[in-house]
């Protein structure tokens, strides 16, 4: 459809490979968006780039020199920036009292001050009327068992994209995360080799299935586009995942021990 024709977008965390940052990457191209692919391996991002027609630029979120010198680049490249997209996240599953300083530090760094810096240098470099989207995560809203500070970073930087809304809307520029559930990516570890696992989380679901990377890049393309007059918002892009619940660790614990039992058997 081209919704995008002539926009010139940054996506950050498309390195890694079946990861959400790179289908998205994928999506804004096809629909006609000129895409700086940014992200810690540079081979993969080289790659990515080719294969889009856009650009790569190594940079990693927790450096504010490097976030601000990918947004100049994006710009210094293409000739503006419209699109800003941060897809990067590291996935940390443990108990809250087992969370070492060490823990906190990196994850603060990674989905924290990282997404803030980016912020940042959107709001230098955004043309007017440009877009900001986050990826959050269902679990900002609602629970799931040892996972407190990557819930707790998720849900304050959803905040602060609300706060930027509301700043600098005045500028055309509008900010909103997207909120997937549980999606087949790196990110998910070794849970889709799992399909008991995999059936307790689709339970919880209204639609019946669980989201794909597909379903976020689609939500990535409408908050882009210049259809969208929505700011300050998070999409539940879930399935109606946070109508429920994701399942306890007591049932994921019985899951993962009757597996484990089969494969030892």
Known sequence: MMRLKDKIALVLGAAGKDNMGQDIARRLAAEGCKVVVGGRHEAALQALAQEIDGAAVTVDITS???????????????????????????????????????????????????????????????SPGGSIIQISSA?????????????????GIDHVIRT??????????????????????PMAGTTFDYPEMVDAFTREYPLGRLGTRADIAAAVVWLAS???FMTGQNLQV???????????????????????????S
């Not at 680049?73 to 920036?81: I, N």
């Not at 809203?141 to 998720?154: P, V």
């Not at 899951?255 to 089969?262: C, L, M, R, S």
Request: glycine share 10%.
């Open 64 to 126: 504010q020199a490097q976030v601000d010198a990918a947004a100049d680049f994006a710009v210094s490249h293409f000739g503006r920036l419209d699109i800003g997209v941060n897809a990067t996240g590291w996935g940390l599953l443990k108990p809250t009292h087992d969370t070492s300083e060490a823990d906190l530090d990196k994850i603060l760094a990674i989905q924290f001050k990282g997404p803030f810096f980016f912020i940042q240098a959107l709001l230098r470099t955004l």
């Open 139 to 155: 679990t900002a809203t609602i629970m799931l068992e040892n996972h407190a500070a990557y819930m707790g970073t998720k849900a």
């Open 164 to 185: 930027v809304a509301n700043e600098y809307g005045e500028r055309g520029i509008r900010a909103n995360s997207i909120s997937p559930g549980l999606t087949e990516t």
């Open 226 to 228: 210049d259809e969208c």
């Open 238 to 264: 879930n399935g109606g995942l946070t109508l429920r619940r994701n399942p306890s660790l007591r049932e994921l614990g019985a899951i993962a021990a009757k597996a484990t039992a089969h494969l030892q």
